[in-house]
């Protein structure tokens, strides 16, 4: 299995206060993502990493900020959480970017509600 | 506009059937790639196959075959014998070339499989 972790598994919030969930990796993928999934709209992008401390946008970026000071860290905060990022969030690691010729391995996922 | 099509929402058969999940896509491009994925109740999601547009040969492993046909643009994923285990829902994604070196992943929404015993 691929050696990701994310950090805290579950966690409940009310709207306005910030959240950082954290991904952690021991495979030295360079690329790192963060999805979230919900019913009805699938996998989702929100942010993605090619390196310590470039990062870009993915489909769904507003209301999230990333950050990368490390290569094995990925680092997704909601600055204000809404009730509309209550959601189950994927971290996930690759070689190549997104997926390319290779694949993806996911993180266990992280449920947020935002009461 | 590339997308993947995964027109069955949710599947229902009883253990030892053999299943089809269908999986339909469109690109622009001539070098691309597909995916299927797997996730159990647990919820984690799991790398099952990749296939590249060059190499249309089917694949088996195990209970597990995938047949891939640019003709129809579609890749689906059969299970032969059907276990319980099976019980997932799967994904197939897309991945395309953007501007530069980048490519995107393109998912489709997912096919719900319930394994009955």
């Known amino acids: 299995d691929a050696g990701i972790t994310q950090s805290p598994r579950h966690k409940v919030t009310e709207t306005g206060t910030p959240v950082t969930l954290r991904c952690h990796q021991t495979?030295?993928?360079?690329?790192m993502y963060w999805y979230r999934q919900d019913p009805g709209h699938g996998l989702r992008l929100i942010h993605y990493?090619?390196?310590?401390?470039?990062?870009d946008k993915g489909e769904v970026s507003d209301g999230y900020s990333v950050s990368r000071s490390k290569t094995e860290d990925f680092l997704l905060t909601l600055e204000s959480a809404t009730s509309s990022q209550t959601s189950v969030y994927f971290c996930?690691?690759?070689?190549?970017?997104?997926?390319?010729?290779?694949?993806?391995?996911f993180g266990e996922g992280s449920r947020l509600t935002v009461l | 506009a590339q997308k993947v099509t995964q027109a069955q929402t949710e599947i229902s058969v009883v253990e030892k059937e053999d299943v089809t999940l269908d999986c339909v896509y469109e690109?622009?491009?001539?070098?691309?790639?597909l995916f299927w994925y797997k996730q159990p109740p647990s919820g984690e999601l799991v790398f099952l196959i990749r296939?590249?547009?060059?190499d249309e040969q089917n694949e088996i492993s195990g209970r597990y075959s995938w047949n891939f046909q640019k003709s129809t643009s579609s890749f689906n994923f059969t299970i032969t014998a059907s276990q319980v285990v099976d019980s997932a829902v799967y994904f197939c994604?897309?991945?395309?070339?953007?501007?530069?070196?980048?490519?995107?992943?393109?998912w489709g929404l997912g096919t719900s499989l319930a394994v009955n015993p």
């Open positions: 996930a690691i690759s070689e190549r970017l997104a997926g390319g010729a290779g694949e993806l391995f």
């Open positions: 495979e030295n993928h360079r690329y």
């Open positions: 990493s090619y390196g310590v401390k470039d990062t």
């Open positions: 690109t622009r491009d001539t070098t691309y790639y």
């Open positions: 296939r590249n547009s060059f």
């Open positions: 994604a897309l991945s395309e070339a953007e501007a530069g070196n980048n490519r995107k992943l393109i």
